[in-house]
């Protein structure tokens, strides 16, 4: 009999081989030595002294989140669905669904939706300033919109975000292995438990949902995100300069740092956070009345935006609603001064995931930082066709340790975005740890007990003798 091939890797790894050019580093090796080598590396890259990761919304998809184009057809879906949209406000967002459509048509990049944002949110800063240089906006389309329709639309479009963005984390309660947790926590776990003597985890998200946050609080895993406090947290970024040690009452002598902890930072803000008088402030709102929101069809969205989202607070996903002079102050400025300061410090691993470089400040840090002569960069990719792809070959001129990893050809044709998603590198290419397994027994345990106490609760009786 002719023995059967082992089957090859489903996936490539894309990055300077050996000859000094660009080439798959996993080319030629079979399922079992693709994924050791691959692991490996991912092993020998997560114990660098710096690490950082940047996460995008491809990491939300697997949650009910959506990628930036598609949020922003559900929020112009949902707004035109209102009953009462200005007359003004109709030519606005069909200008911007056009000229979406004519970049897409000339092969060209469009502003991204939160560029757009930008300007219809500073618009209404302009028209509501007293004493200010400009006394009115000129818009392409007539009639040219109102204050009160501006601030109408700029209410409505919060409101649509921060309903499509208020996600909650699956429930993984009864998972008996890695690959079937909920993708952040399996991410997550397996992130913290590099050494603790190595400098701490470095994660900044472009998100605005919490679902980081939620997993990292069912985790047990303590974070810095930059505020201080617990009923209405204050932003306050010296708090990046602090960390934690036990045992808590030793003031002196021999301490410990407290292994499960990082940094976390979001880019662009967040759905908990708003503004009160002239600070960010942060809280977390109940999530549960949004869990059905994502599966409504555009007019059901617009029966119940209002109810569901209207007094949700209404800065922290439109940073620049705020003053001109605010918007390059505290928090954005620090945050992006952090990001791009961390990808400056010698021995630094930057892990990419579910962004695909359409942020231009972003993707500008990041080439900036390849200049950095010991960072090495991976960038997960599920798309072996994406210009992300072409992107990286085009890196190895500047810090020639630009990496992607995406699926092979032939893996993405028989499953398309199947390998080399978020949730898949989470849950199976990233080394297991074993506290993630006590995790999960310690999970599936209370949720044992939990159901054994609901089903006694009901109609119990006792008897004694």
């Known amino acids: 009999m002719t023995a059967v091939p082992p089957a090859p890797i489903e996936y490539q790894l894309i990055g300077l081989a050996e000859d000094g050019g660009v080439g798959d580093l996993?080319?030629?090796?079979?399922?079992?030595?693709g994924r050791v080598r691959l692991?490996?590396?991912?092993?020998?890259?997560?114990?660098?002294?710096?690490?950082?990761?940047?996460?995008?919304?491809?990491?939300?998809?697997?949650?009910?989140?959506?990628?930036?184009?598609?949020?922003?057809?559900?929020?112009?879906?949902?707004?035109?669905?209102?009953p009462d949209i200005p007359a003004s406000i109709t030519p606005i967002i069909e200008a911007r669904k056009n000229a979406v459509l004519l970049a897409a048509f000339d092969d060209d990049e469009p502003i991204g939706f939160e560029a757009w944002l930008s300007f219809v949110a500073?618009?209404?800063?302009?028209?509501?300033?007293?004493?200010?240089?400009?006394?009115?906006?000129?818009?392409p389309s007539t009639p040219a919109p109102s204050v009160a329709d501006l601030r109408w639309f700029v209410d409505r479009l919060r409101m649509a975000i921060f309903a499509e963005c208020a996600l909650s984390l699956p429930d993984t309660g009864l998972a008996t292995s890695a690959d079937k947790i909920a993708p952040h926590l399996a991410f997550l776990s397996k992130l913290v438990a590099r050494d603790s003597n190595?400098?701490?985890?470095?994660?900044?998200?472009?998100?605005y949902d919490t679902l980081f946050e939620q997993a990292l609080e069912l985790l047990g895993v303590q974070y810095f995100d930059g505020f201080t406090g617990r009923a209405s947290a204050r932003f306050d970024p010296s708090v990046y300069g602090l960390d934690i040690y036990y045992p808590g009452e030793v003031a002196e002598g021999r301490v410990r740092r407290f292994d499960k902890f990082l940094h976390f930072y979001k880019l662009h803000g967040s759905i908990h956070w708003f503004e009160h008088g002239n600070e960010m402030r942060a809280r977390h709102p109940d999530l549960?009345?949004?869990?059905?929101?994502?599966?409504?069809?555009?007019?059901?969205?617009?029966?119940?935006?209002?109810s569901l989202a209207g007094g949700t607070p209404s800065v922290g996903i439109l940073p620049t609603a705020n003053k001109f002079a605010q918007t390059?102050?505290?928090?954005?400025?620090?945050?992006?001064?952090?990001?791009?300061?961390r990808l400056g410090i010698p021995q630094t691993f930057l892990l990419v995931l579910g962004y695909g470089f359409g942020d231009d400040h972003v993707s500008r840090i990041i080439e900036n930082a390849l200049m950095n002569p010991s960072l090495v960069m991976l960038v997960v990719e599920p798309n072996p066709n994406s210009a992300v792809i072409e992107r990286i070959r085009r890196y190895k001129d500047l810090g020639k340790r630009a990496f992607v990893l995406c699926?092979?050809?032939?893996?993405?044709?028989?499953?398309?975005?199947?390998?080399?998603?978020?949730?898949?590198?989470?849950?199976?290419?990233?080394?297991?740890?074993?506290?993630?397994?006590?995790?999960?027994r310690l999970r599936r345990f209370e949720k044992q007990i939990a159901s054994s106490t609901t089903s006694a609760e009901p109609g119990t009786e006792t008897t004694n003798g």
């Open 26 to 33: 996993l080319a030629g090796l079979d399922q079992k030595q």
């Open 288 to 306: 549960a009345p949004f869990r059905s929101y994502a599966a409504l069809t555009p007019q059901e969205k617009a029966g119940s935006l209002v």
């Open 198 to 207: 190595l400098g701490r985890t470095h994660l900044f998200t472009l998100n």
């Open 122 to 139: 500073n618009a209404l800063v302009v028209v509501e300033s007293a004493g200010g240089p400009f006394s009115a906006v000129t818009w």
């Open 39 to 82: 692991q490996a590396l991912i092993s020998e890259w997560l114990r660098m002294e710096n690490l950082v990761v940047l996460t995008g919304s491809g990491t939300s998809v697997s949650a009910g989140g959506k990628t930036m184009a598609n949020l922003e057809t559900a929020v112009f879906a949902a707004i035109e669905a209102l």
């Open 328 to 341: 390059l102050t505290m928090p954005y400025a620090h945050l992006f001064r952090s990001f791009q300061v």
């Open 407 to 440: 699926p092979t050809t032939d893996a993405f044709a028989a499953a398309p975005f199947k390998h080399a998603t978020f949730d898949d590198f989470a849950r199976t290419v990233m080394p297991d740890v074993q506290w993630l397994d006590d995790f999960l």
